[in-house]
């Protein structure tokens, strides 16, 4: 039996050029794989320096995943989430001081960068987010699933993010059961 090839991951990654319009930066393949065992493979998408996140011991412990938060992740933490849109939503616009990390899940979706730069990703498919003003338009005929990880950041002193502590109009959704 051969040894499976590990599958391309496809790695978008924003930032600015020199006068501060964001951009894609790269756009191809992600390279640094490591094979550990036979056909198993993990591949680096993106790291940063910094955090550490607490991890109390024990059963009594906070739920993280309860908290009510604005767009931002907690002053120096992360905030996880998985987002749906729907076709032919409504974008808005925005830019944050994070790095984010987002996988489509199902679905496609297009982002649109400044100057009208945009991008299509589907499923599988990663971006690396970095501080870039954009907005998120499925052109597809199925609900486009994404996971997204905030990571907060030191703020660009660009333009206008949306400002910590506010946030897009998010209500709680409970499924029925």
Request: hydrophobic share 30%; charged share 25%; glycine share 10%.
């Amino acid at each position: 039996m051969s040894e499976r090839e590990p599958q391309p991951i496809r790695r978008i990654v924003t930032g600015h050029d020199a006068q501060g319009t964001a951009k894609v930066l790269i756009d191809e393949s992600a390279t640094n794989i490591k094979n550990s065992r036979p056909g198993q493979y993990s591949t680096l998408i993106w790291c940063t320096e910094g955090a550490p996140a607490s991890m109390p011991l024990g059963e009594d412990a906070e739920d993280m995943g309860a908290r009510k938060l604005g767009t931002y992740p907690p002053e120096k933490g992360t905030r996880f989430m998985i987002a749906e849109y729907p076709p032919g939503n409504h974008p808005r616009r925005h830019r944050t001081e994070t790095i984010d990390y987002i996988v489509v899940l199902s679905g496609s979706i297009e982002m649109e960068l400044d100057a009208g730069e945009t991008v299509t990703m589907g499923p599988g498919e990663v971006m690396v987010q970095r501080g870039t003003y954009h907005a998120w338009r499925n052109r597809g005929p199925e609900v486009c699933r994404m996971v997204f990880v905030l990571v907060d950041a030191e703020p660009l002193s660009l333009g206008d993010p949306v400002r910590r502590g506010e946030g897009m109009a998010e209500e709680a959704v409970h499924p029925s059961r």
